[in-house]
């Protein structure tokens, strides 16, 4: 008898932890952690943009703009201060796999655009380029959350972008 009030009692808590399952919350959950996110950090003349998959950052492009107008004489040879400056963005990150640049002129104004792949990025070298701190370092993965609350710290207005 004891054995079967223990188990009608056992079908009861099976059941009722059934009952308490909700299959399309479960789904809309599973769906919030693997659904990609894009959120924009700007202030002043920057912009950084962060491709996140649930909070695993996979991929980051920063943008700049440097007005040069009141640098640049009539005779500047533009294309020989451009070259420069890519000279020494290939040196701070030409051999790192994942990481991109790209620099043009519209006007007076320097563009500047640094994309880091992270899926194909080793953190070891973005670390030793200062572009990665000891904790991003330490952890599987960038977290979008922290990094957000750390630019936003920074001055950074941070918005979430379809």
Do not use: H
């Given at each position: 008898m004891k054995k079967c009030i223990v188990l009608l009692l056992g079908l009861c808590l099976i059941g009722c932890s059934r009952a308490n399952y909700d299959e399309k919350a479960e789904q809309k959950k599973a769906q919030e952690v693997s659904k990609e996110i894009t959120t924009v950090c700007s202030k002043d003349n920057t912009s950084i943009t962060f491709y996140a998959k649930g909070d695993q950052i996979f991929k980051e492009e920063e943008q700049g703009a440097t007005d040069l107008s009141a640098q640049l004489a009539e005779e500047t040879d533009r294309d020989a201060l451009l070259s420069r400056i890519n000279d020494n963005l290939q040196s701070t990150y030409g051999n790192i796999k994942g990481v991109e640049f790209q620099t043009y002129w519209e006007e007076n104004i320097l563009k500047t655009i640094i994309t880091i792949d992270f899926k194909k990025?080793?953190?070891?070298?973005?670390?030793?380029?200062?572009?990665?701190d000891t904790t991003d370092k330490e952890s599987e993965s960038l977290s979008l959350q922290g990094n957000l609350l750390k630019f936003q710290n920074e001055g950074f207005a941070c918005k979430v972008v379809e």
């Amino acid at each position: 008898m004891k054995k079967c009030i223990v188990l009608l009692l056992g079908l009861c808590l099976i059941g009722c932890s059934r009952a308490n399952y909700d299959e399309k919350a479960e789904q809309k959950k599973a769906q919030e952690v693997s659904k990609e996110i894009t959120t924009v950090c700007s202030k002043d003349n920057t912009s950084i943009t962060f491709y996140a998959k649930g909070d695993q950052i996979f991929k980051e492009e920063e943008q700049g703009a440097t007005d040069l107008s009141a640098q640049l004489a009539e005779e500047t040879d533009r294309d020989a201060l451009l070259s420069r400056i890519n000279d020494n963005l290939q040196s701070t990150y030409g051999n790192i796999k994942g990481v991109e640049f790209q620099t043009y002129w519209e006007e007076n104004i320097l563009k500047t655009i640094i994309t880091i792949d992270f899926k194909k990025a080793d953190p070891q070298e973005l670390y030793n380029i200062d572009f990665l701190d000891t904790t991003d370092k330490e952890s599987e993965s960038l977290s979008l959350q922290g990094n957000l609350l750390k630019f936003q710290n920074e001055g950074f207005a941070c918005k979430v972008v379809e």
